[in-house]
């Protein structure tokens, strides 16, 4: 089972940011990054959207990268949930 090889956290549904890249290979990771970060950071602040913890989604069978800013949940339980996740 996934949750005894990966810390795994269920987070409820919530407002969010959210920005696609295509993903086609280990080089998408790195593109992603340089092009999406900036735009995903533009658009927070144009939104006024506290900044965050940003995560990324990577839907290999989809061919995308999903960068995913969750605003409607406080930044301390997302940091929480965070940190459980990498244990």
């Known amino acids: 089972e996934l949750r005894d ?13 959210v920005a696609s890249f295509p993903y086609k290979g280990m ?17 927070i602040n144009h939104k006024q959207i506290p900044q965050g913890p940003i995560m990324e989604v990577y839907d290999l069978p989809g061919g995308k990268i999903e960068y995913v800013r969750p605003y409607s949940i406080p930044n301390e339980q997302l940091e929480e949930w965070l940190t459980l996740s990498e244990e």
């Open 5 to 17: 090889k990966y810390g795994l956290v269920e987070m409820p549904q919530s407002e969010a940011l």
């Open 27 to 43: 080089i998408s990771i790195f593109f992603g990054v340089m092009k999406v970060y900036k735009h995903l950071h533009q658009a």
